[in-house]
């Protein structure tokens, strides 16, 4: 038996932003905060102000807050409950990356319940929050179909991520024209990342027939879509596909839980201030080839998904699955981006603290095999061993 939670309402496809008005209306929402990421208030996109010529068609006033860089902290928090303090604002927005979704989350739980306590939002029987409407401009975090927000603690730095059924976002916008600007290494990035969501999803101690269904469908969907937008960013259909996908890959890990990749990408991506996305990226291979020997069943299933051919051999096609990731981490330039922002001397010299953050953080407990401090101290070993393939093949790919 098994539960699984995701957005009461999708609404996808192009153009679909024009129709906030009605969903906000819908909300019963009359004054909106609008989270939205900075520099889609800039003159050259001005999202903001084609947000509020659709909001003001149904007479919904509008709040903007976008003073916020990097990881959501509760700074940010802070800043955004003061923009509407005094204000009749009763809806939420959030438009951008993960971040933009996350602070929003934040906003919509502490606006309608300011005495909460981080602690205690987990367990709480039911949270009561403003309506939320998430549109993401990247196909990535899954954040618009999760019920987990991570919020840093600014005076602390430690990262809390309360997970509850009342944080998912009441409907979830999917406008692929907002993402066919997003730039070709983040359209990796990104895509990469959503895939890792779906895989890990999948191979999950967590798992449920539902989650199974979500990520599957994400992984064959991103095989296909990924490739395409990557060397064609204009692909409307393609792009719509990564975005949908992402959906179905967020509903899968907020329901099943991410794993190693995720649990050691985040102390990757935090000591060398790598995008989350290539961070996990880097990781993925290594993290598969740690599963293989106890789940091969089901990286074999993952290896049809991802569209390798099927020889009849199920440790041969679970092994063709990491082949397959270690193909796209070459096509998308993960490798030689890994090497912009990774010393490799300092990674090697930090392998112990990298190690015990990893084991420290979510997603450990999930792994088919839960790995030990060797075990992931031999995934950095890895790690490193390729960049240096890389970095010893292309001289130049190094950090400035």
């Known amino acids: 038996m098994s539960s699984t939670y995701l957005p009461r309402h999708i609404e996808l496809g192009a153009g679909s932003l024009n129709k906030l008005g009605d969903i906000a209306k819908e909300q019963g929402i009359q004054h909106v905060i609008v989270i939205i990421d900075s520099f889609l208030t800039t003159p050259e996109i001005a999202l903001d102000e084609r947000l509020k010529g659709i ?14 860089r990097g990881e959501p902290t509760t700074d940010h928090l802070e800043g955004a409950l003061t ?40 367990a709480a029987e039911r949270l009561l929050r403003l309506p939320l409407i998430a549109v993401p401009t990247t196909a990535g975090t899954g954040s618009e179909a999760t019920k987990v927000m991570v919020i840093k603690d600014s005076k602390t730095e430690f990262k809390m991520n309360p997970g509850h059924k009342d944080l998912l976002p009441d409907v979830a916008v999917l406008d692929p024209e907002l993402t066919l600007s997003l730039p070709k290494h983040f359209t990796a990035y990104t895509g990469m990342d959503a895939l890792t969501h779906a895989m890990e999803a999948y191979v999950s101690t967590n798992a449920s027939v539902t989650t199974d269904h979500y990520a599957l469908i994400s992984m064959k969907s991103i095989a296909t879509a990924l490739p395409k937008v990557y060397e064609n960013g204009r692909d409307v259909e393609a792009r719509e596909e990564m975005l949908l996908s992402s959906c179905y890959a967020g509903i899968a890990f907020s329901n099943a ?17 790598i995008p989350h996305g290539l961070s996990v990226s880097l990781l993925l291979p290594f993290v598969m080839r740690f599963g293989l020997e106890v789940e091969p069943a089901r990286y074999a299933n993952v290896a049809v998904a991802l569209g390798c051919e099927d020889t009849g051999d199920e440790k041969k096609l679970a092994a063709s699955a990491v ?67 890389i970095q010893a093949a292309n001289p130049a790919s190094t950090i400035s």
């Open 55 to 68: 909001l003001m068609q149904k007479n919904i006033e509008v709040t903007y807050f976008s003073d916020y």
């Open 83 to 122: 923009a509407i303090d005094g204000k009749s604002v009763d809806g939420v927005l959030a438009i951008g990356g993960g971040s933009a979704i996350d602070i929003a989350k934040a906003v919509s739980l502490f606006a309608k319940t300011p005495t909460i306590k981080w602690e205690e939002i987990a």
């Open 257 to 273: 839980s991410t794993n190693l990749a995720h649990a050691a990408g985040r102390p990757l991506g935090a000591r060398f201030h």
């Open 323 to 389: 082949k397959q990731v270690e193909e796209w981490n070459e096509k998308f330039g993960i490798w030689q981006d890994g090497l912009k922002y990774i010393d490799i001397v300092d990674l090697k010299n930090n392998i112990p603290i990298l190690v015990k953050d990893a084991l420290s953080g979510n997603g450990i407990m999930t792994n088919r095999k839960v790995p030990s401090e060797e075990d992931v101290a031999t995934i950095f070993l890895e790690l490193i061993e390729k960049l240096e393939e």
